[in-house]
Every structure is written in structure tokens, then in C-alpha cells.
């Protein structure tokens, strides 16, 4: 079953535009994962925000995490063609080990 | 380039057959997890282990079993195959088995069952 929702399942842009995808999950997590997915291929990890912290900064990324809320947010700054995959949250539940429950995922469409 | 290998990349087998995919963690990575990407399902935990030893436990039906071996490649071992059963197969790896290790991911083995 499925630990996460994102929103929009499909989101179609201009390429220079910002992107945002969301995720709600459903119980207490310890980390939370985003991972992008090109077309058929592997998972890419792109950023990970444990559960004590509110925002995280990579390059054009920017992800915040509300655990009142249970919700996190993906944002992609100045987006390119590139950028074109699915991007999927993944939690860590508490006591969970280490194994991720993944979202449905987020198309994302960068025109050009 | 993860660092993570898996083989075949592709495959085609025939319904009740047996096949076995493979993956070499990263270097120095001590713990494997297999995945599950299929289009009804989306991404499903299999499996994890840890320095050979099961550490973790999803949803991998019966038919399915897996092991990590001493030099901590694995293999994903899928019997009695089923339509159902056509996915892509991720293998992934971590430094350690606890919450906070960056799991990183393979490109996958794509299973068609006809």
C-alpha cells in the first residue's frame, strides 16, 4: 500500500518556470525522501530531510517538510527540459528500519 | 551512474518459468533492498538485507526469494511466474541498515512473463 500522495499526478510547465509537487504521508516518519525517475529508468536520489528539520537546499531544489501537517513539498526552481521525469517522495517510517514506502508520483513536464 | 549494477536489464520468459536477477551493491555498501515498479502497484518494498543476513520484510509473495552472499552481491530469485508478475525490478543499496542511510538505486530489470 501506498504511504504517500502527491499532487498534481501530472504537472506541465515552461522551461524556466518553477515547478512544485506535494506529498502527504500518513504516519510518523523518520526521514523523507524525493527521488526523480527518467522515463523506464532508475531512481535518482536527489534529496533526503530527516523529520527534525523544517527545510533543505540543494542546488535548484528546495524541500520543506511539515511533520504537523504530515506534508512535504518538492520545489524545482528555473526548470529545464532536463527536468522532464517523475519525481517520487519516499518516507522512512519510525521504527521502520530503513525501508522506503513510496509515493504515486508526480509527472513533470518541462517545455521548452 | 549510481554505482549500483544490476543484470540482466532485460528479460522475457514464459509463464510457470523460473528466472533469477542479479545486483552488486555499491562498493562498501553492507545493506541490499529489492523493489517492485509495476503499473497497478507502483513501487513496492520487497526485501532488505544486511551484511547476508534478512533484514527486512514487504510484500514479496512466496514465489519470490532472495539472498546476499558473502561478497554482498545478491540475487532476487522469481519461480512459478505469473502475467502479474511482469515489473521493473529495482535493486538498491545503503552504507548501513538503520533509518538516515541514503538508499541509492539501480537501473533496474525489466520482467516481461508471456
Known amino acids: 500500500s501506498q504511504q504517500g500522495e502527491e499532487d498534481p499526478q501530472a504537472l506541465s510547465i515552461q522551461e524556466g518556470e518553477n515547478a512544485t509537487m506535494n506529498c502527504s504521508y500518513k504516519?510518523?516518519?523518520?526521514?523523507l525522501q524525493w527521488y526523480r525517475q527518467n522515463s523506464g529508468r532508475g531512481l535518482v536520489h536527489l534529496i533526503l530531510?530527516?523529520?527534525?528539520?523544517r527545510e533543505k537546499h540543494s542546488g535548484r531544489l528546495r524541500v520543506t517538510l511539515d511533520t504537523s501537517k504530515k506534508s512535504s513539498s518538492l520545489l524545482i526552481t528555473a526548470s529545464r527540459a532536463a527536468d522532464t521525469a517523475s519525481y517520487f517522495c519516499?518516507?522512512?517510517?519510525?521504527?521502520?528500519?530503513?525501508?522506503?514506502?513510496f509515493g504515486t508520483g508526480t509527472q513533470l513536464k518541462v517545455e521548452l | 551512474d549510481s554505482g549500483v549494477t544490476q543484470t540482466p536489464k532485460h528479460l522475457i520468459t514464459a509463464t510457470g518459468q523460473r528466472v533469477t536477477l542479479r545486483c552488486s551493491p555499491r562498493?562498501?555498501?553492507?545493506?541490499v533492498y529489492w523493489y517492485q515498479q509495476s503499473l497497478d502497484q507502483g513501487l513496492q518494498f520487497l526485501i532488505q538485507?544486511?551484511?547476508?543476513?534478512?533484514?527486512a520484510k514487504g510484500n514479496i509473495l512466496e514465489r519470490f526469494s532472495a539472498q546476499q552472499f558473502p561478497d554482498l552481491h545478491s540475487e532476487l530469485n522469481l519461480s512459478s511466474l505469473e502475467l502479474g508478475d511482469s515489473a521493473l525490478y529495482f535493486c538498491?543499496?545503503?552504507?548501513?541498515?538503520?533509518?538516515?542511510?541514503?538508499?541509492?538505486f539501480g537501473e533496474g530489470s525489466w520482467l516481461t512473463v508471456v
Open positions: 538498491a543499496s545503503s552504507v548501513g541498515a538503520h533509518s538516515g542511510n541514503t538508499i541509492y
Open positions: 504516519t510518523s516518519i523518520n526521514n
Open positions: 530531510i530527516r523529520s527534525n528539520e
Open positions: 562498493s562498501g555498501d553492507l545493506s
Open positions: 538485507y544486511y551484511n547476508g543476513e534478512e533484514r
Open positions: 519516499a518516507t522512512v517510517l519510525t521504527g521502520g528500519g530503513n525501508k522506503l514506502t
